[in-house]
């Protein structure tokens, strides 16, 4: 009775929200097994979650960076790296989409910061619009891969998993996807004879080079002082954002401190100096120096703004958590997530086979709920069954955002599909088309991603 008035609610067009807590509601009142006041106390107690609470600060330091003309700097550095090859304009974009994959967490923001430059700059040197937002729809997938990422706050918190082991599992798939859409943006370059959009220059070149290697090599020159060394931790680190912020005065860097925001919040979530909510903290304050001291691209005016547009995006997603909290202790309750595992674990036990169905359900679903509605409703109905196939959780949560970031890029619900079609002016029709060949990469990342868990483990295992 719960998922059939909950199906009847979704198909009247009602939020999947509001739709999840008004089925439980109603069934609770068609049974009268349970006080109404349920519902409320489970949605308040969903919710209170200490975890949770690096989801507004994520939030607010991707909208600070986003605001903070950060995009400009990315957008730059991109282009001394990579403008030069052919098709040039298409590397710049899953470059950037890399880097500002660091600091947003999340694709649609991605899509509208990034996409916004990056759409322009390419129809303006004579790409087509449907090239310039496929490649901007697939890129922006990078966003809640490489961490930081707020859909896997929210998987880690429901299925009570390591938030930093997902933030290191997310890197090398990241790497990997930018490679495959790099890949495809050559291939479409040597088909339609695109050379490259900025001449090739030593200088520039070597300074994108140099930043990169500062990036790499600042916080190993930090670890080896420290533990090799034997120089005190605190100090050293201080020492070491002084340095690093002498060198970017006196070079002029475009990017080395935007960059620096993964590494700085991965370093300390490894090292034990934060935990990840307290390292959307960091962010936040990293971004706020950035943005009002050392670029100055920030005023207060805009921080009050940036603050009330976090208030209005974290009250959207936690009301969704508080209904889906609801919802998914219903399913339990009822027994309807114990009659699917059997269900499931009666037509297969091989888990190569539990993950391509999981896939085709995730897939799917992604192309009608927002990600963070759709894990809190999967998570309860499929990690039960992973646990009993013995399939690792921290792999099984990135296979099932990445699925829910390609459903993103799709009709009916896709809003990453929607920014897009709005920013390049094209009607869904032709950016939905304009989006279908860079499923290549994407599917074909999710496969390897998938049935290739070493990929992802590696790093978690060998910090954890």
Not at 12 to 28: E, K, Q, T
Not at 50 to 57: I, K, T, W
Not at 360 to 380: D, H, K, N, S, Y
Request: with cysteine; charged share 10%.
């Amino acid at each position: 009775m719960l998922k059939i008035i909950f199906l009847l609610l979704m198909s009247g067009g009602i939020p999947v929200a509001i739709a999840m807590a008004g089925s439980a509601l109603l069934y609770i009142w068609w049974t009268g097994t349970l006080p109404a006041f349920v519902v409320i106390h489970r949605m308040v107690s969903g919710i209170d979650s200490f975890p949770l609470l690096a989801v507004p600060f994520f939030i607010l330091a991707g909208n600070l960076m986003n605001n903070a003309g950060i995009t400009n700097r990315i957008y730059n550095y991109a282009l001394a790296l990579v403008g030069w090859l052919k098709g040039g304009l298409g590397h710049v974009n899953v470059v950037g989409s890399v880097v500002f994959a660091g600091m947003s967490g999340t694709a649609i923001a991605d899509a509208a910061g990034l996409g916004t430059i990056e759409i322009k700059a390419m129809t303006d040197h004579g790409y087509s619009k449907e090239f310039a937002v496929g490649v901007t729809a697939a890129s922006a997938t990078l966003g809640p891969i490489i961490p930081p990422s707020l859909p896997f706050v929210i998987y880690g918190m429901m299925a009570n998993v390591s938030v930093g082991a997902l933030f290191l599992a997310g890197i090398l798939p990241g790497i990997l996807m930018a490679v495959l859409m790099m890949l495809t943006v050559a291939y479409f370059a040597h088909k339609n004879g695109w050379g490259a959009d900025i001449k090739f220059e030593w200088p520039r070149v070597i300074k994108a080079l140099v930043e990169t290697l500062v990036v790499a090599g600042w916080p190993l020159a930090l670890w080896l002082l420290i533990t090799k060394a034997g120089f005190p931790p605190q100090i050293t680190v201080f020492a070491g954002l002084i340095v690093l912020f002498a060198a970017d005065k006196f070079f002029n860097f475009q990017a080395v401190l935007p960059i620096m925001t993964p590494v700085l919040l991965i370093g300390g979530m490894t090292t034990g100096i934060f935990t990840p909510t307290e390292g959307a903290i960091a962010a936040c304050l990293w971004a706020m120096v950035l943005g009002l001291a050392w670029y100055r691209t920030l005023n207060w005016k805009m921080f009050v703004k940036v603050c009330l547009d976090t208030v209005e995006t974290t009250a959207t997603v936690l009301f969704i958590v508080a209904a889906a909290s609801i919802f998914g202790w219903m399913l339990t309750a009822t027994g309807i997530t114990a009659a699917i595992s059997e269900w499931v674990l009666g037509f297969t036990k091989e888990p190569w086979v539990f993950l391509l169905l999981a896939n085709m359900l995730m897939l799917f679903v992604g192309c009608f709920l927002e990600p963070t509605a759709a894990i809190t409703i999967l998570v309860p109905i499929l990690v039960p069954i992973c646990q009993q196939l013995g399939i690792d959780l921290v792999h099984f949560g990135l296979v099932m955002v990445l699925n829910l970031m390609i459903g993103l890029l799709h009709p009916p619900m896709g809003m990453v599909l929607f920014v897009l079609a709005r920013v390049a002016k094209l009607s869904v029709e032709r950016t939905t088309i304009a989006i279908l060949p860079w499923l290549v990469p994407l599917l074909g990342s999710l496969a390897i991603i998938t049935y290739f868990p070493k990929l992802v483990l590696w790093l978690p295992k060998m910090v954890y």
